[in-house]
Nanobody
Framework: QLQASGGGLVQAGGSLRLSCLAS????????MGWFRQTPGKGREFVAA????????YYADSVKGRFTISRDNAKNTVYLQMNSLKPEDTAVYYC?????????????????WGQGTLVTVSS
C-alpha cells in the first residue's frame, strides 16, 4: 500500500515536498515513481528512482527543479519540488514497479497511491 502526502496550495516560485510511505512491503527492491494527472489527461511521468539510489530519472519539464529521493529505512520516497509553476498544478501519484529498471509508462507500475493535489497559483 502506498500513501502520498504533502500536496497543497503554493504560489509560483515556491516549493513543496511530497512524501510516499509504503506499507506492507519494503521498497528496497522496487522502482519508485511519481506521476501527475490533470483533468481530461492521462497520467504523466514526473520522476523515478531505482533500487540503486544513484539512478534517478526525470521528465524534461521538471528536470532541474524537482528531485526524487528515497529513504529505505523509512520505506518512504520523496519528491522535492522547487521553482513551481502554474503548469505543475495536478494530482500527484506515487507508484511502485517490481523491477530493477525504471519506466515512464504508467501501466508498467504495479502499485499506486491515492494521489495528492498540488495547486500552484500565479
Amino acid at each position: 500500500q502506498l500513501q502520498a502526502s504533502g500536496g497543497g496550495l503554493v504560489q509560483a516560485g515556491g516549493s513543496l515536498r511530497l512524501s510516499c510511505l509504503a506499507s506492507g512491503r519494503t521498497i528496497e527492491t522496487l522502482v519508485m515513481g511519481w506521476f501527475r494527472q490533470t483533468p481530461g489527461k492521462g497520467r504523466e511521468f514526473v520522476a523515478a528512482i531505482t533500487w540503486s539510489v544513484t539512478n534517478t530519472y526525470y521528465a524534461d519539464s521538471v528536470k532541474g527543479r524537482f528531485t526524487i529521493s528515497r529513504d529505505n529505512a523509512k520505506n518512504t520516497v520523496y519528491l522535492q519540488m522547487n521553482s513551481l509553476k502554474p503548469e505543475d498544478t495536478a494530482v500527484y501519484y506515487c507508484a511502485a514497479r517490481i523491477s530493477m529498471e525504471h519506466s515512464t509508462i504508467p501501466n508498467a507500475y504495479h502499485y499506486w497511491g491515492q494521489g495528492t493535489l498540488v495547486t500552484v497559483s500565479s
